[in-house]
């Protein structure tokens, strides 16, 4: 079986095994039981609650959350909130009104409730841009129509002003005039949380400094709040929405969310990879940004700068070296050994984040967000491997049948087919690239589809194969899926030929002996 089909597989026996975590964890989902609790005979089924079954303990529990969430969020926080909602609620209406070409001269659209969500989100700004995201990759809890339309939900504002970043920089790391001798005042990228801008430190070396856009940290802690105390409230006037886990959920991304404020922690992040890169002796193949510490803060974050070339840039690569093939399974393997030998790995390995440098290694940017992985079920990955090795369909069901992710009976057999079946469909489908290009500083645009709609749409295909088959999985499932669907693509542009299954090249995935368990937490 040829292209990168035995990492997809480890990326769905890591994210199996972390429903199974998720499942016996109080904080996140509902046991196996609850899940098919529906399944079950009236006489066996646990009544349902209701808000007159509370105690006076739930109760306290409650008002003490929103009390200390409303001084998370701060008293400014509801009313600048509230007139930022209503604006942005008022324009996504006049989109679908059809009023519209009277008040703006624009003709309405067909209402769609998830285009209309996406818009909204996106006017909403910071957090609900994150949560559109959150949709985006999180196929098995959310309805396909919003996971497609939520791939559109773009991560890009308008810029902040100079002064506004300079007056940043100085108040965290001291003067611009003593620590760089130039910086380009027009930033790489803005998005909703930071902008990004090119450099020059007074010793000579380029870099890029990623700067914390201003008051971003009380506008996501306000949003997060009134999220989780929505989910709170809904919990406890419905309880049987408990069943859902719905606050647990609300209280992870967070949790999530706010680490990802803290630079110093994505530096550390950083830090921790290359140090791997060495003791695996990869740091000759693979790197990621050297990290200034001493410019370096909560709020601002100061890297070497890499240049190089997407991944998905053939033409280009072909320019760096003369063997493309072995670019992409040194980073492939250099992923593939993070996720067995650290304790976390890097989980957003788009085209974007993973590079062709000029001197021919790979280079992976970016670690704002990482899944941590830990020892339970790295039996299961090898039991896996062994079986798409030899393809061994039924083999592979059954591995993640051991995982003990469900209570029911699973045909095996019809299991093993349907997986069969989806990994015939990946190998029919081929990358269609869009256009590439490169700018004079030598930053790097991609057009790719496949890194959405159709990465996406095999997403929703294995979860609903899974599903159907009586597994439930979370949404850990579909982000660690997700980066092995990219390095599939990759594989089909630069090593179309590679038999990943034989090549003596490819680390062996499940060979190491040190009986990491699979459980993942995003952050």
């Known amino acids: 079986m040829k292209h990168s089909f035995k990492a997809v597989l480890v990326a769905i026996s890591l994210a199996s095994s972390s429903a199974f975590l998720s499942i016996n964890s109080p904080t996140h989902r ?51 909130r509230t007139l930022q909602a209503y604006i942005a609620l008022s324009r996504t ?54 996971v497609l339309e939520f791939q559109k939900c773009l991560d890009s504002t308008e810029p902040l002003e100079w002064n506004t970043v300079k007056s940043i920089i100085e108040r965290e790391i ?43 940290d009380e506008l996501l802690k306000a949003d997060l709040n009134f999220i989780y105390i929505a989910s709170r409230l809904l919990e406890f006037l419905q309880p049987d929405f408990e069943r859902t886990s719905l606050s647990a959920v609300a209280g992870d991304i967070k949790s999530s969310m706010l680490e990802e404020l803290d630079f110093e922690k994505e530096a550390t992040n950083i830090e921790e990879f290359r140090d791997f890169l060495t003791a695996q002796a990869l740091d000759d193949v ?41 670019v992409i399974i040194t980073a492939l393997n250099t992923w593939t050994s993070s996720v067995m030998n650290m304790p976390w790995f890097h989980a957003d390995v788009h085209s974007g984040n ?18 941590r992985v830990g020892e339970k079920t790295f039996k299961a990955v090898s039991e896996l ?18 995982m003990g992710a469900t209570d029911d009976n ?8 349907d997986i069969e079946q989806v990994m015939k469909d990946m190998a029919k ?5 869009a256009s590439v290009g490169i700018s004079g500083d030598g930053t790097i645009s991609a057009s790719i589809s496949f890194d959405d709609d159709e990465i996406t749409n095999m997403l929703l295909r294995i979860v609903d194969v899974t599903e159907d088959n009586g597994l439930k999985l979370p949404r850990e499932f579909g982000l660690l899926v997700k980066q092995s669907l990219y390095f599939d693509r990759y594989l089909k542009i630069l090593a179309p030929t590679l038999d990943i299954a034989s090549d003596s090249r490819m680390m062996a995935l499940g060979s190491s002996d040190t009986g990491k368990k699979m459980e993942v937490e995003v952050l």
């Open 286 to 326: 693979a790197t990621a940004p050297g990290v200034y510490r001493s410019l370096t803060t909560k709020r601002v974050l100061t890297m070497e700068r890499l240049r190089g070339v997407s991944m998905v840039d053939a033409d280009s690569i072909s320019t760096i070296t003369d063997d493309p093939e072995a």
């Open 93 to 146: 209406l006049q989109d679908f009104s059809p009023f519209s070409p009277i008040l703006n001269g624009r003709q309405a659209e067909n209402f769609s409730a998830p285009v209309a969500l996406r818009k909204l989100f996106e006017r909403l700004g910071a957090t609900y841009i994150k949560l559109g995201q959150f949709v985006a990759s999180s196929p098995s809890l959310f309805p396909k129509e919003y």
């Open 30 to 80: 509902l046991s196996s039981s609850q899940l098919h609790s529906s399944q079950a005979s009236t006489a066996t089924r646990t009544p349902k609650r209701t808000i007159r079954d509370r105690s006076p303990e739930e109760t306290i529990s409650l008002l003490q959350d929103i009390t200390k969430a409303a001084l998370e969020a701060g008293p400014q926080a509801a009313p600048s």
């Open 354 to 371: 993973l590079l062709v440098l000029d001197d021919g290694r790979v280079g992976f940017i970016d670690f704002g967000m990482v899944g």
């Open 410 to 417: 699973v045909d095996v057999q019809k299991f093993g087919r």
């Open 429 to 433: 489908v081929q990358p269609d690239i």
């Open 174 to 216: 001291g003067p611009i005039s003593q620590h760089f001798s130039y910086i380009d005042e027009t930033p790489l990228a803005s998005a909703s949380i930071a902008q990004v801008h090119a450099a020059t430190l007074k010793s000579g070396e380029d870099v890029v400094i990623k700067v914390q856009k201003p008051r971003i």
């Open 385 to 402: 491997s062994t079986a798409l090795a030899i393809g061994d369909y039924e083999g592979m069901a059954k591995a993640l049948l051991n």
